[in-house]
């Protein structure tokens, strides 16, 4: 049997989350090690572990890979979750990248001093309802499909059920107006690994907060 996938970053979300995420939904079991000191950061730069000197980093069919979109790549295309043409692969990378600028914006918002975590709350649900959802309203709406990309699971699908997951911790009624996103997280929510995924006790994490932000200070030995 395989070795399991051995993830290195912190105890918490961060750009490891749609790693987890990912494996999860591909009903991949995998073990994590929790950055928590700047020796053991300091001991994987000495071994050669991070290639750019950063996390996240994934050991996973003898490779340490790093880079979060390579490692997603990665899992995404071993697990049959990338589309089974070209075309469609270049579909799921706009809409892998769309909900990746949107989560970019809720990934900081709990650095931000109060003041500016008011601003950037609006930031992110006007640009959720006036940006992103409607398009995945509107290629759920058009396709007739259950899912963003031909007509199985991928990696897209993946991404999106994390981003509106997210969003709602800021705003649960940010899917009012979005009829087809409403039916699709029931329906992702209903897929057997993904439900697993989000029962307490998984591998998933809370949102990050200020003992996951001290972590990362005291490893990268930033003030």
Sequence with gaps: ???????????????????????????????????????????????????????????????????????????????????????????????????????????????LAPEEKEKNLHLIIERATKRYFPVYEKVLKDNGQHFLVGNQLTWADVQLIEAIFMVEEKDPTVLLQFPSLQAFKVRMSDVPTIKKFLQPGSQRKPPPDEKFLATAKRVFNRK
């Design 1 to 111: 049997m395989a070795e399991k996938p051995k993830l290195y970053y912190f105890d918490g979300r961060g750009r490891m989350e749609s790693v987890r995420w990912l494996l999860a939904a591909a009903g991949v079991e995998f073990e994590e090690e929790f950055l928590e000191t700047r020796e053991q950061y300091e001991n994987l730069l000495k071994d050669g572990y991070l290639l750019f000197q950063q996390v996240p980093m994934v050991e996973i069919d003898g490779l340490r890979l790093v880079q979060t979109r390579a490692i997603l790549n990665y899992i995404a295309a071993k697990h049959n979750l990338y589309g089974k043409t070209l075309k469609e692969r270049a579909l799921i990378d706009m809409y892998v990248e769309g909900t990746t600028d949107l989560m970019g914006l809720i990934r900081v918002h709990y650095k």
